[in-house]
């Protein structure tokens, strides 16, 4: 084999190695990322249908008169919502400076925030049930399945956090081993923003006439 | 290894003993049901897939004797749907992609100088999914309900009212299913080549085939929500009522065609940028130097795969979209040609400025190049918005996709598994077997499908089960027919050629043609751990610079290259390949294969609407997620350890 010029070597050389680089991301955390990329991809794709469906639907929308949608309880939901996921960052924030009471204390703040969210979510349906199903018109199937699957990811993110919880309270996460703190908040925000988006998108869009 | 090892002969034998005991391999079924080991997991898929190879080529095998002779009544219209479908639908979901992930998951920790991927349960898991997905698939013909409107379901033919039927039950509960393990694939390669690189290699210093399949993994991501969400929608009309494509409704069908083709596009590139990268891996061994233009070829690949999620319309040129909407999508898809280009461009520079040496692998190289340059070519006419209207729907697409995707993915493959057999198996092959093979093949393969090429100019309609005499299309099916055969013949030969070596062959060095990239530091077949010391990367080529192969032998006595505590890998850093710290991997475990099998009880009895049997099954997994990701170890005992003791991690 020919001997090959080689560069100078920036990354192995003595010299690089006493400048000091920052640390990387752990494995775990890539993993979620690259799982909410495509949990947020899915959910993209469902407003986009939603939009796609309301403007080559044409004419009033919501159709067949179906009424705006309220705005009171979505609103407090998001109120709920977003709330929910400050404890989350404190309890993220605790685990890392040795702080393991708070942050057992701070998760289970979250799953009731969280779990008021998925009643009011029952209730809103409860009451909308009544006017419109799925199975009324493509704005029912919309909203109900775009709603429902957000709800659906709310659920699986408290169980989440529930479990990560029955870890902190075992004793299981120290300030050197907290990974999971932070992959089971990273997921939460997530289920957040989709939420922000979900309520322009579905609650407050009617209402722009323009 | 190299003239130094024999100073550090001892420390490396001492060091191997070390290793190999943290590293078992279990045999029997336990082990083959408990094995999170990558190599085993990526014959696994290899095998597999080539399994549904087999099954789908004689599925086509039974439509090209249908289309043989004009009126043909082999099998039935409705027989003839359900074979089309599956054929095209195993091809490109069962066999390709999980054939090419079987590849990755084989070659990329050997390649990047690791133990395992990152995520080995998750890959088992994987594994254990994709076979189910294909049973459940494939054995929905038994019961003559396999899916049996195309590969690509169009509705309003799919939905409830013109497919009452289960058929396309199956086709997106099936695909839902599958897509579970793509992504998880996916995410392991990406995470696998962020942070388990060997030392020194730096993101330049990566090798060209895991660019290829990261860059395809990162599209896996991103393209397969479409194809899911189309597939819920189409299962919700069918099943639930719903109205999402039901313009009686308010509902649209159109929304199909784009979900559908937004993940449809990227998820060719997704099975030809892996290939290509093999090709990447072939070419320069085979001519003796590096690849030209390294840069531009990994900024070639990733250009394609962003560029690809921007071209989706060229598959609905004929719908009858606003002209605007056409003329943007025909420009990216003749702008989606450019990178391609510069891959294909910077192989023949490398033959041209290397001394090319002719050896089997090698010659499916060049069969790829011919074969895939040939669809190109037909795939930018189709960029082209008004031939594209002449001829959509007809067999010159036929041609077209069979050209690049039998010439741009299959010959890669069998390329790939001709250079890597040594590796993968401990065997050579025959030199003669391959290169008869290879011709057998190639002829089969153009023979059979350029004759599609004039049959679909002459106007001859794809998809139809028979068509009528006197278009002179009969002259064309009759030789594309006979091509199969041949074409069938070839790959009969080849097969004979690996089976053959596995019984017969003589044994591998490990370094049989003298390679540039890690994988051809290990054994043939590999050490369980791979490597007993990990190497520190200098290059590009580490087997062809003497700092590289010499730290094999120098990393003896350190205990942070040999990682003989536990079952250890080393985490380095994402763009430069420092070293972080070393992480403990999972050892063999039944908890991928039992929460795989719950998941395959919930998709059959969401199939047969069970509905409270799947409920239990989805509680079921995700007892086996919860099991699977609890943190068993106390946390006083270390599981892992810094190197090199960097800044606290924040």
């Not at chain 2, 990329?108 to 998750?122: E, H, I, K, S």
């Not at chain 2, 065609?257 to 937004?262: A, G, P, R, Y």
Request: some cysteine; hydrophobic content about 50%.
């Amino acid at each position: 084999m020919s001997a090959l010029r080689e560069a100078p070597d920036a990354v192995t050389d003595a010299q690089a190695l006493t400048v000091e680089a920052p640390v990387g991301r752990p494995t775990g955390q890539w993993g979620m990322f690259l799982f909410v990329a495509t949990e947020a991809t899915f959910f993209a794709c469902l407003l986009a249908s939603y939009f796609y469906v309301r403007f080559s639907h044409g004419g009033d929308w919501p159709p067949d008169g179906i009424s705006d949608p309220k705005l009171l309880k979505p609103a407090i939901m998001t109120a709920l919502l977003l709330l929910s996921s400050g404890p989350m960052i404190v309890a993220d924030h605790a685990i890392r400076h040795g702080r393991p009471r708070l942050t057992a204390v701070m998760m289970p703040i979250t799953v009731l925030l969280g779990l008021a969210f998925l009643v009011l979510q029952l209730s809103e349906y409860s009451e909308k049930l009544k006017e419109f199903t799925p199975q009324t018109d493509s704005y029912g199937s919309l909203f109900y399945v775009i709603t429902g699957f957000h709800g659906l990811h709310v659920f699986i993110g408290l169980v989440m956090v529930t479990v990560t919880e029955v870890a902190a309270l075992l004793g299981k996460f120290t300030a050197g081993r907290h990974e999971r703190v932070r992959m089971v908040s990273i997921y939460w925000h997530f289920v957040d923003v989709v939420w922000i988006a979900i309520v322009a998108s579905l609650y407050l869009a009617p209402h722009l006439r323009g | 290894m190299t003239a130094t090892t024999s100073t550090h002969a001892p420390a490396l034998e001492r060091a191997k003993a070390r290793v190999s005991g943290k590293w078992p391999e279990r045999s029997g079924l336990r082990g083959f049901v408990t094995t999170v080991d990558h190599k085993r997991i990526g014959r696994r898929y290899m095998v597999t897939a080539a399994l549904f190879f087999v099954l789908s080529g004689l599925d086509a095998l039974v439509l090209r004797t249908q289309l043989a002779r004009p009126e043909e009544s082999l099998v039935s219209s409705q027989l003839y749907d359900q074979l089309f479908t599956l054929h095209g639908t195993t091809m490109i979901f069962f066999f390709a992609t999980p054939m090419l992930f079987g590849f990755g998951n084989f070659l990329f920790p050997l390649m990047l100088g690791t133990r395992d991927m990152a995520f080995p349960r998750l890959n088992a898991f994987g594994y254990w999914v994709f076979v189910s997905a294909g049973i459940v698939m494939f054995g929905s013909l038994v019961f003559g309900l396999a899916p049996n409107g195309g590969w690509f379901g169009y509705v309003p033919l799919t939905g409830p009212t013109y497919s009452p039927k289960a058929n396309m039950d199956v086709y997106s509960i099936g695909l839902l299913f599958l897509g579970i393990s793509t992504t998880a694939g996916a995410i392991n390669f990406i995470v696998t080549a962020l942070k388990l690189r060997a030392p020194g290699m730096s993101l330049a210093r990566v090798p060209v085939f895991v660019w290829g399949l990261v860059v395809t993994s990162f599209m896996v991501v991103f393209a397969l929500p479409p194809l899911n969400t189309a597939n819920l929608m189409l299962f919700a009309d069918r099943r639930f009522g719903t109205h999402f494509f039901d313009p009686g409704h308010g509902g649209d069908a159109v929304l199909w065609q784009h979900l559908f083709w937004l993940f449809g596009h990227p998820d060719v590139y997704i099975i030809v940028l892996p290939a290509l990268g093999i090709v990447s891996s072939i070419v320069p061994t085979f001519s003796r130097r590096p690849i030209a233009a390294y840069s531009l070829v990994v900024l070639a690949t990733i250009a394609t795969g962003i560029i690809s999620f921007g071209v989706w319309v060229h598959h609905m040129f004929a719908v009858g979209l606003p002209q605007l909407s056409l003329t943007f999508f025909s420009a990216a898809s003749i702008v989606v040609t450019l990178p391609a280009g510069i891959q294909m461009f910077s192989w023949v520079t490398t033959m041209l400025q290397g001394r090319v040496v002719l050896d089997v692998p090698m010659l499916w190289a060049m069969g790829f190049v011919v074969a895939f340059v040939m669809g190109g070519v037909t795939g930018v006419m189709f960029a082209l918005v008004a031939f594209d209207q002449q001829t959509t729907d007809s067999y010159f697409v036929v041609a077209h996709f069979h050209y690049v995707l039998f010439g741009g993915a299959v010959l890669p493959m069998i390329a790939g598994l001709f250079h890597w057999w040594p590796k993968f198996t401990g065997r050579l092959t025959s030199r003669r077997g391959g290169t008869w093979a290879f011709w057998l093949t190639f002829s089969g393969f153009n023979l059979t499908f350029f004759p599609m090429h004039i049959q679909g100019l002459l106007g001859m309609p794809r998809r139809v089960y028979t068509y009528p005499g006197g278009n002179g299309w009969g002259i064309w099916g009759l030789v594309s027919t006979l091509g199969s055969y041949l074409l069938a013949v070839g790959l009969v030969v080849t097969l004979g050629v690996f089976v053959h070596s596995l019984r017969r062959g003589a044994p591998a060095p490990d370094d049989p043609w003298g390679g540039e990239t890690l994988e051809w530091a290990a054994a043939s077949p590999p050490e369980t751990q791979n490597f007993t010391v990990i190497p520190t990367v200098h290059s590009l080529h580490p087997m062809w610079d003497e700092r590289s192969r010499a730290s094999f032998a120098e990393g003896a006595e350190d205990d942070d290259r040999v990682l003989a505590a536990g079952h250890e890998v080393l985490q380095t850093s994402e763009l430069d390949g420092r070293p972080e710290r070393r992480l403990a991997m999972p050892e063999d475990t039944p908890v991928p294969f039992v929460t795989a099998a719950a998941l395959l009880v919930g998709v059959l009895a969401v199939l047969l609407g069970w509905y409270w049997v799947a409920a239990a099954a989805a509680v079921a997994c995700a007892i086996g997620i919860g099991w699977w990701l609890w943190p068993w170890q106390p946390p006083a005992k270390a599981l892992s350890e810094p190197v090199a003791h960097p800044e606290e991690v924040s």
